[in-house]
């Protein structure tokens, strides 16, 4: 299976929400992504539930802790047991975040590079190792950031370097992009035209807190808000509709809720493209 093979929309997976997964329609979301750090080795009535999941609807994974960008060699033994967890449950599409989360042990965040060469060339290799590691592509998510670190480039020049070394794909997040973009003053509709339309493979939405005009927290805790929608509008316009997921990891509210946004995924993709080239995506 390869990422081609995902389409529509989806959610996240999250233990709060799984009574409600079980009993949803089959056609509630058309895939669900989980990140297997949190489901590797896991047995018991999780593991049953989850198993009872994937035999339901098609697995995303999105990983949380591989640290790409860090200082410390790559977590084999992770990564091979990603892999197993990849295999065994059919996952077409596995992706990371272009960031670090450890030195010395976990550092429970997701923490910006600095836009450099060194750093381009520091966390391509580390993803052609990953890839090697799991017998597949990846694709890399745009984080959201506060405080850059040195920026010798361009955030989006620092992307489509690491993209092109690493010979990889990304997942865009169009809430980080929006949430970067005005934390960081620059526009998010040039960034998107910038962006490689061939390894753009999927999409992620998700809502944000409004500190203040000029600061956006992205906290995965609220509703997709209205300018995320318009830009997530745009980005179909460039790379056509594909699999998008709907972030939440807290404060949720029931999965009737979060399935109407969802459907205004599934709206907003069939607006741009008819349902089966949205299956082709």
Not at 27 to 40: K, M, Q, R, S, T
Not at 157 to 170: K, P, Q, S
Not at 269 to 274: D, N
């Amino acid at each position: 299976m390869t990422a081609a093979s995902l389409f529509g929309a989806g959610l996240g997976l999250r233990r709060a929400l799984l009574p409600e997964l079980l009993a949803a329609d089959a056609g509630a979301v058309d895939f669900l992504e989980c990140a297997p750090d949190n489901w590797i080795g896991v047995g018991g009535a999780f593991g049953k539930q989850l198993a009872a999941l994937a035999e339901r609807f098609p697995l995303s994974c999105h990983g949380l802790s591989l640290s790409l960008g860090g200082p410390a060699p790559l977590d084999l033994e992770l990564l091979r047991r990603t892999r197993e967890f990849l295999d065994q449950h059919r996952v077409p599409l596995f992706s990371e975040h272009l960031s670090y989360c450890s030195d010395d042990g976990q550092l429970y965040d997701l923490l910006p590079l600095p836009f450099t060469d060194e750093a381009v060339h520091h966390v391509a290799a580390r993803i052609r190792q990953a890839q090697d590691v799991l017998g597949r592509r990846i694709a890399v998510e745009n984080i959201s950031y506060y405080a850059a670190p040195y920026q010798a480039l361009s955030e989006i020049d620092f992307l489509r370097a690491v993209l092109e070394e690493a010979d990889c794909d990304l997942l865009l997040d169009v809430n980080n992009l929006y949430v970067n973009a005005i934390n960081h003053g620059y526009d998010a509709h040039a960034y998107l035209a910038e962006l490689p339309a061939e390894r753009v493979v999927s999409m992620h939405v998700a809502g944000h807190y409004d500190e203040a005009p000029d600061l956006k927290i992205d906290t995965h805790g609220a509703t997709v808000k209205g300018d995320v929608w318009a830009l997530l509008e745009q980005a179909y316009q460039r790379f056509g509709a594909l699999p998008t997921l709907l972030e939440r990891d807290f404060n949720f509210p029931p999965l009737a809720e979060l399935l109407v946004e969802v459907e205004a995924i599934r709206e907003r993709q069939s607006a741009v493209i008819s349902l089966p080239e949205v299956r082709r995506a």
